[in-house]
């Protein structure tokens, strides 16, 4: 199966305090510069860089930062119709950054770090280490940029690479039903990206839509390739502290898996959800928080069930 996390949106605090060059001073300026990256996660909790949740803080658009996301989902010990259920929670620590290299370029670096438990009759199953590392520019195709339009619209598109910088081990997955349960995918990964944001004063509207085409590791398997699409509303609320409450829907679909050339039965997925959060900034730092439950689900034929998300995001503009 492949499932994770999902893109998310950035705007900077810094960007807010000084001239906007494009699309004139009004108090939410700042709000085109909302950007939603791309989601790099290939199994439940595998190699996941953010995902669904969102990728980026909503005040920074040039930044680094520290993400924590924990994932916690439940699934068959085995592949029998009377296998017991365990429970797996997936932890992720990513130190992330967004550069600007020209006026309508930006690149940005993700690095993860795991450590995951699986809670089984007979002991927990831990394991941790470097994630797959992902680098993606995304390039600003149209922006609105003339000072009295009542709505403004900004496209996005680009593409990365996801690096296998993490382990894959066959043996973590022994009599599970969850290929997910990696710190690395093993595979070389090309990402493509696409973002559109409709703004009107503080209120806007992202959208977003990512496909992420997978490559057989070394170990002969190789997971399905992956689609990404999501919408989120937000709304800024300027005072000495700026809030950015959000609400939207994100879902993810996944091809099924291959092992030596061969379909891995009921690998195939697909889930929806719903997700809320906010950001808060003052400064140049800036503090967010997500959560996600799952409206509704398809995963590795029933065997496997997503239970929450929750993300915190600590950054600092550069």
Request: aromatic fraction near 12%.
């Amino acid at each position: 199966m492949a499932l994770c996390a999902q893109a998310a949106v950035a705007i900077t605090v810094k960007d807010s305090l000084r001239p906007f060059p494009y699309s004139g001073h009004e108090p939410a300026r700042y709000l085109s510069k909302y950007h939603a990256l791309l989601d790099d996660c290939d199994a439940c909790g595998c190699s996941s860089n953010g995902g669904s949740m969102g990728f980026s803080s909503m005040f920074n658009n040039e930044f680094v930062g520290l993400r924590y996301f924990y994932q916690r989902y439940s699934s068959k010990d085995g592949i029998f119709n009377n296998s017991p259920w365990v429970d797996e929670n997936f932890n992720t620590v990513q130190a992330w950054a967004r550069i600007p290299i020209v006026r309508r370029l930006q690149v940005s670096a993700l690095v993860p770090y795991h450590f995951h438990v699986r809670e089984r009759a007979t002991g927990d199953q831990r394991i941790e280490g470097l994630g797959d590392i992902t680098v993606l520019a995304m390039f600003t195709a149209y922006e609105t940029m003339r000072d009295s339009t009542v709505l403004t619209h900004k496209l996005q598109a680009g593409g990365g690479l996801k690096m296998p910088t993490g382990k894959y081990n066959m043996a973590n997955n022994v009599g599970s039903v969850n290929p997910g349960f990696q710190v690395g995918t093993g595979s070389w990964d090309y990402l493509l990206a696409t973002e559109y944001v409709l703004k009107k004063g503080r209120l806007g509207l992202n959208t977003m839509a990512t496909y992420t085409i997978k490559t057989q590791n070394e170990k002969l398997y190789r997971f399905g390739n992956q689609f990404n699409y999501g919408a989120t509303l937000f709304y800024l609320i300027e005072q000495k502290v700026k809030w950015v409450p959000q609400l939207g829907i994100a879902g993810e679909v996944f091809a099924s898996n291959f092992q030596y050339d061969q379909i891995v039965p009921d690998s195939s997925s697909d889930i929806v959800f719903g997700k809320v959060g906010l950001e808060v900034g003052r400064n140049d730092f800036s503090l967010g928080l997500n959560a996600m439950l799952p409206i509704n689900q398809h995963l590795n034929g029933g065997k496997v069930e997503s239970n929450y998300r929750l993300s915190v995001n600590l950054n600092y503009s550069l």
